[in-house]
């Protein structure tokens, strides 16, 4: 009772300390001396009714504003409050900075740092009430590289929501969007603006120059004066302005990359692997199903670009892959590319099983040179498994020494009873001269039956303890079997297939049972024959 009592006051104390803690995060990690940037702060203790404490941020930052919002959101049956508090803020200075961190009651955040750039200077050109701005995060890239083109509206005056921007479509790149628009303010000549800032991901498809075009943005004025002077709901005059077009310097392909590998040009590229369960802690027998994922990471490059990676052909593993799992993830450098490929992997033979090592090749973009990254090669140590060899060798051979005399006892007494009796005589006459013994536990024609159920209701799990459980009163292993009839071995790779990955929902086992079917009777024995010494039809009249 104590313990189911300590139990329950841990699982209080978690529950409380989740609820009670605090997180905070900001739009952008990267800004410009000058502009504004949002800091969020997240709690989901419903209890708390206060404001969290902003005094530490006085020293760094000027605090714009705040406001709060509250949802409710339902998963699975169950509500979930949150609140948010979003915080303008306006760095004091650039440099290194440090949002340290805010309590609220008892929780607290963890603190986050920041890096500000100074201030660019802006010509006079750039006083215009409403200008737009581009910019590339560089002039040249190689072909199939990322280059970030950075889109910026400034506006002095208030503008309606009836804007509109004209969009970025390239024949010779691919562009992927890098989020949604972000707004903020920024001080330019000591005259406030507001700043909407698109980001897109663009990556030539041959080399030479990419001619970006100018992109046109378009949006109404808000004139206060004019709509109190003529009453009016909307006034304002319509503004048009266009970005300067811009020219990127595509690269080729190095010539020292190698010809024979797909090109990744990358910023940084990384491989993990990861088990489940982990063979270097967990002892791991034949039959045993073992997980293996291997993600590949690229920052630059889209899931899409990824190459596929090699699969574990290693003689003693039965390999049944999953689909791939594509992610992309945006940060202040553009997009940041995973590949993650699982595989589940089933032991067919003791010993040392020998994994070989994995690599990938790429091209380093920012510092320009040929680089190899790689996963080192793996030792199985696999044991055998008992519970697989232990019981089809045993019934095999208590079939064949079984001894002689109960049939001949039988015979005897079945011989006396002729002395009570013509009928007696005549009945007994109509009976096997030989009776068999009695089995234990089900007989071969019910188990046969269960088995043809489980492959006709398409169960992969019943249908593997259904084999298992009629195998064992056969003559030879259901190993042996398999190896010489293709048609059965054939099926039990896709029952394993349906056993060790995502995909058993859809297994058939009509195939498996039409290969028990094609097993010669002579082979199976008396054990598993009908009456006629044949097995019965798949789909009986």
Known sequence: ???????????????QVQAASLHASV???????????????????????????LAPLQGQFEVRGTRQVNSLTSLDGQNEATTR?????????????????????????????????PAETSSATNLAPVFIE???????????????????????????DDSNLSPLQLTEAKVEPLGESRTYEKALNGVRHGVIEMRYAIYPQQSGELSIPALAFSATTVDREAEAASGTVRSGKQV???????????????????????????????????????????????????????VLKA????????????????????????QPQLRNQINDRGLLGSREEREALVPTHSGVLELPSLEVVWWNTREDHLEHSSLPARRLQVQDNPALTADAPANTGAVEQRPLWPWQLSTL???????????????????PAVLRAAQAGPSPRTLLDDLKRACLANDPQATRQALDAWARQQPETLADMAARFVPLSDALDGLNGALYSETGQYWQGEDLWRAIGTIPAAELGQLATGENGSLPPLYPK
């Open 240 to 294: 048009r302005v266009s970005s300067a077009p811009l020219t990127l310097q595509v690269k080729g392909r190095p010539a020292d990359y190698p010809a024979d590998q797909p090109w990744l040009p990358a910023r940084s590229l990384s491989l993990e692997e990861h088990w489940s369960p982990d063979p270097a802690q967990v002892p791991t027998q034949i039959g045993d199903s073992l997980t293996r994922s291997v």
């Open 413 to 431: 007494l079945l011989a006396l009873t002729t002395l009570a009796g013509f009928a007696l005589w005549w009945r007994a006459r109509s009976q």
């Open 85 to 117: 508090w979003i915080v303008t803020l306006l760095p004091r200075q650039s440099g290194s900075l440090e949002i340290p961190a805010l309590q609220l009651g008892e929780a607290r955040s963890e603190p986050l740092q920041l890096q500000v750039l």
């Open 134 to 160: 581009a910019s590339l995060d560089d002039s040249s890239v190689y072909v199939q590289a990322q280059a970030v083109l950075t889109l910026r509206i400034y506006h002095s005056v208030s503008l309606y």
């Open 1 to 15: 009772m104590s313990r189911v009592c300590a139990l329950v006051f841990s699982l209080l104390l978690a529950l």
């Open 27 to 53: 739009d952008r990690a990267r800004l410009t001396a000058g502009e504004t940037l949002e800091l969020t702060l997240e709690s989901g203790d419903v209890t708390q009714f206060g404001k969290p404490d």
């Open 299 to 322: 920052e630059g490059l889209s899931s899409a670009q990824l190459p596929s990676l090699p699969g574990t052909e290693v003689v003693g593993l039965r390999r049944y892959p999953d």
